[in-house]
């Protein structure tokens, strides 16, 4: 036995090394498993020489992160991204910001006040949708851009920040409001009631589509129609996207039966997600208004109004984003956020362009020509709408 191991053992050794160096001489399912061993070894032998060698300090994990986003990024697929361990914690953590706790748009004159959060120091000063931020700290904002005049309101929590304040009319007077900032948990839902024409309408903002977020719509939807709106603008303006599960029960909202979106991928079954049930009375007339900033998740809930006839669309182009990902966590703490299939509409359309490049979007059946994101383009929405109530 000894004897023939002895003989043996060289010969394998000599097989071992030149199937080594031919693995095109391998059985199929041989060759697949060795190509793919050695090719891991060779990013493995690549990372550890460049850390040993290196003229100057280079961490393996920081190699490491550095070779996988470059694996991503060779996709030529905006959408697929890598999330180190820091990067993915700070991705799934709530967005927030220290500020006053409104959401502005530009304006002449300063910042048009877009919305007003709940519970907010904003709010507690009174300041009004509709309101223009003309002055910070006695600054004067005419002429500084958006960007810039919105910085100076920030600052650390605590501390306090003189707003001056127009009313909307030619000839208001500005007053001075002190505001204390606070760090502010930015809300998925706002909701306001507008008279227009002598009726009532409700608006509804979904800032993104995070987890629970149908509830919240669902709550805003409920408590405007019994404050008596008798119609609805579901306000998408900025909405990047989200959940694709949320999107499905967002529009479950309005849409009583029917699909609402169908998936198809590579490495998963297709799927079609139709609507729950449950829906308020399609005879409540409804707009959606959208803007260039509309993706993913936004538009299937706005091609899902538009293809069942549900809703009128206003506003610009939407962005055109077709395909989803998700989030693949891997073991160094970090995730893989990729692109793994394309959705489709209800009438079958794709609105994106495969995370390659500009995909076909929604368009509008009512534009807004200027700046949709501004107090204009809500009430171009509100007079669409107020033209629709019976």
Known sequence: ???????????????????GGHPEDLPGFLRSAFVANQQERVVDEAIERIAHDYYRPVSASQLSNASISGAVASLGDRFSHYLSPSEYREFSAPPHFTGIGVSVGPEHRGLLIAHVFDSSPAQRAGLQPGEVIVAVNGRRL?????EAAANLIKGPPGTD???GV?????????RTVRITRATISEPVVASLQRTVDGVKLGVVA????????????????EKQLHEGA???????????????????????????????????????PSQTLIALGDAIPASIPMVVL?????????????????????????????????????????????????????????????LGGGGVKQGAGIAPEVPVHGNVDTAAGLEVALRTLAAKVK
Do not use: C
Not at 1 to 19: R, Y
Not at 142 to 146: D, F, H, V
Not at 241 to 250: P, R, S
Not at 322 to 341: C, H, K, R
């Open 166 to 174: 127009v009313r909307p009319g030619a000839n208001a007077a500005t």
């Open 290 to 350: 959208v803007d260039s900033n509309t993706a993913s998740a936004a538009e299937i809930v706005t091609a899902a109004l538009q293809d069942h006839r549900r809703a009128t669309v206003v506003g610009t182009h939407t962005f055109g984003k077709g395909v989803f990902q998700e989030e693949e966590p891997l073991s160094n703490g970090g995730a893989l956020d990729i692109t793994v299939g394309e959705y489709f509409t209800p009438d079958g359309r794709n």
């Open 206 to 221: 979904l800032a993104t589509f995070s987890p629970g977020a149908h509830g919240e719509v669902r709550e805003a939807v």
């Open 1 to 19: 036995m000894t004897l023939l191991l002895a003989v043996l053992l060289p010969i394998l050794l000599a097989a071992g090394l030149w199937l």
């Open 142 to 146: 005419a002429g500084l851009s958006a």
């Open 230 to 268: 008798r119609g609805l603008v579901l306000d998408l303006r900025d909405n990047g996207g989200g959940l694709v599960e949320e999107a499905q029960l967002i529009a479950s909202i309005f849409i009583e039966k029917g699909t609402i979106v169908s998936m198809h991928g590579r490495s998963q």
């Open 161 to 163: 920040v003189l707003i």
